[in-house]
């Protein structure tokens, strides 16, 4: 029998690895962006994004000078991770341990 539901938390963690991997083209993060934000607000699960910033940003200055970059380059805009809202952490943390997928 088929599936009729999919774990919120398990969606987020896979969407947060993948926007996280170099190889994923800005058009498939955009549509990652997109779905999980919609499945996020519809859940009641939305906690907010932050930046994945590169290798070397790690002072305030660096962070805002490469925020503004972000905004000069719409591309950058979908180098982010979601936050995990606290109902649900704990099977988020589950889903880290446990899931096997492997990302490199």
Known sequence: ????????????????????????????????????????????????????YPDGVETTEQIKEYAQSIHANSGEEYLRFYYVAPKIREDYNMWKEKDGWKYE
Request: glycine share 6%.
């Open 1 to 52: 029998m088929a599936r009729k539901s999919y774990p919120v938390a398990r969606m987020l963690f896979r969407a947060n690895k993948l926007l996280e991997r170099p190889q994923v083209s800005f058009a498939e993060k955009k549509a990652i962006c997109y779905m999980i934000e919609t499945v996020l607000h519809d859940t009641g699960n939305y906690a907010g994004f932050g930046f994945i």
